[in-house]
């Protein structure tokens, strides 16, 4: 009896279930789909309330541009006066700019006797130079300088000259360097190169 007992006590406190049990893969599926949705609809108010203050920051800060400043001329020079020699001051005004022009003429092909040394090598100064030059030869391979000019002044040629050194009959590869003077002072101005080609025959 006592066995009686204790099972109907334990029979009363054991509640009773119906339906079906929430293990289900039913009800597991609503869950999930219950969590996504919570998930997107919290993603959703996360970016709406990043958008708003990334709108507020961007639209709140916005200042209206200072106008452009606007370029005025200046009132008149009072040391301008009216040009009364024009020629005059066109043709002092070319003097200056031919006084810092150069030009130079050089054949880039020289020939020379290999008995002699004599040939032809071309170089002109332009009359409209103002500025005499010395030049030498120099061979390109060697570095050994086969000619040394004098001064060569504005308006004159070389059309042949005697190499001070000959090299061996062949073709050589060459530099003419130029030196310009000052026709005043005789001092060196500045220099030049021009790219040649020796023949020795």
Aim: with cysteine; net charge negative; proline share 5%.
């Amino acid at each position: 009896m006592l066995d009686n007992e204790t099972n109907n006590r334990d029979a009363k406190q054991a509640p009773i279930q119906t339906g079906t049990p929430d293990t289900s893969e039913g009800a597991q599926e609503k869950r999930r789909k219950r969590k996504k949705i919570l998930l997107v609809l919290l993603l959703l108010l996360l970016l709406l309330a990043l958008g708003t203050c990334t709108a507020v920051n961007l639209l709140g800060d916005k200042q209206e541009d200072a106008p452009a400043a606007v370029a005025v001329m200046p009132g008149l020079d009072a040391n301008a006066e009216d040009i009364s020699d024009r020629e005059g001051m066109e043709s002092a005004m070319q003097s200056a700019a031919d006084a810092n022009y150069f030009t130079l003429q050089v054949n880039p092909d020289a020939s020379f006797s290999s008995q002699t040394g004599e040939g032809r090598f071309e170089l002109v100064n332009p009359l409209d130079n103002v500025f005499p030059i010395s030049f030498d030869i120099t061979l390109d391979e060697s570095g050994q300088k086969v000619y040394q000019s004098g001064a060569v002044m504005p308006g004159k040629q070389i059309r042949g000259i005697a190499l001070d050194s000959t090299p061996d009959p062949g073709s050589y590869r060459a530099t003419v360097n130029v030196s310009i003077y000052d026709r005043e002072t005789q001092e060196k101005e500045g220099e030049t190169k021009v790219k040649i080609t020796l023949h020795v025959e």
